[in-house]
């Protein structure tokens, strides 16, 4: 485990929780993108894929929300989860309790984990990593997952110090793994009519050139769901990596990775920097629009 008292914390909790194919009107959550309804029309709904969520399913937090199937009162990771799966439908979801340290295990097919959850310890902290920890690391630097990480909601750059004087040492050290994303939120879906912006509490890219390249946004839908934070942005872009992989079933993961950070819109996004947006809003439209990824 860290040292030096390093803290999980998860990325964001909320204080409380049509567009697209008619035909799969019934599916559309008012809180997701209309796009993913197109990519459902074609088939591609996650079919072969396993996303893993690691996240809390076994503490006694727990957390009022609704994404459209009534309102919960669920653990964070139960609501990271479901988001998924609501996403990809097809896809395999399975769920690891970061209080197990055991190394994560890769299934057949195309893996994406989603880290809703940060490692957060005190400036220049000395970090031993768990089993759990240093397969994530490993596994996205040498491109064998596509690994999804909230980027926090401290409103700072990504692997910056926060306000309480700590820094996410897991975010630090997934900085330029091929196969890693990190996912801020919007306050909504962009649109080129209607842009989004930065949400107050997502942490940004920053400066540094290696985060920017690996950097998307999402919208948050907190007005609809009661759930705020990039806890709950994280889960649509593993959701759309499982959707993308179901048309693309021998990609790498460093090639959907890629795929999904090239595609995105900054047409959509009030103000768009890459400092602020990093690559910009992430479009499973246009992720999904090639003939083949090469």
């Not at 409380?16 to 997701?32: D, H, K, S, T, Y």
């Not at 909601?153 to 975010?171: E, I, K, R």
């Amino acid at each position: 485990m860290p040292q030096n008292r390093l803290i999980k914390i998860a990325a964001a909790v909320a204080c409380v929780i049509c567009f697209g194919n008619p035909v799969l009107a019934q599916e559309l959550r008012p809180w997701m993108s209309p796009e993913i309804a197109d990519a459902w029309a074609q088939g591609h709904k996650g079919q072969g894929s396993t996303v893993t969520v690691i996240d809390d399913f076994r503490s006694r937090n727990r957390y009022w929300g609704n994404l459209d199937l009534g309102a919960q009162r669920l653990r964070h990771g139960q609501w990271t989860a479901k988001q998924a799966s609501l996403i990809a439908p097809s896809a395999r979801v399975k769920r690891q309790d970061f209080r197990i340290d055991r190394a994560v295990q890769l299934r057949r097919g195309l893996n994406t984990l989603n880290l809703s959850y940060g490692m957060m310890g005190v400036e220049n902290s000395t970090v031993r990593w768990s089993p759990r920890e240093r397969s994530v690391i490993r596994h996205a630097h040498r491109g064998r997952v596509v690994v999804v990480k909230a980027a926090g909601n401290d409103a700072v750059a990504v692997g910056s110090v926060n306000s309480m004087m700590q820094v996410d040492y897991l975010a630090q050290d997934l900085v330029g793994a091929p196969s890693a994303i990190f996912v801020g939120a919007l306050d909504s879906h962009g649109r080129p009519e209607q842009k989004a912006s930065l949400a107050s509490y997502s942490n940004y890219a920053g400066n540094n050139p290696a985060v920017q390249s690996q950097f998307l946004v999402v919208g948050v839908a907190g007005d609809k769901t009661g759930l705020y934070g990039t806890s709950f942005a994280a889960p649509i872009v593993s959701g759309y990596s499982a959707v993308l992989s179901s048309k693309f079933p021998l990609a790498t993961p460093t090639q959907l990775t890629g795929r999904l950070l090239s595609t995105a819109r900054t047409d959509t996004i009030n103000n768009y920097a890459a400092a602020m947006h990093g690559r910009g809003e992430a479009s499973i439209a246009r992720a999904l629009a090639p003939v083949s990824i090469r």
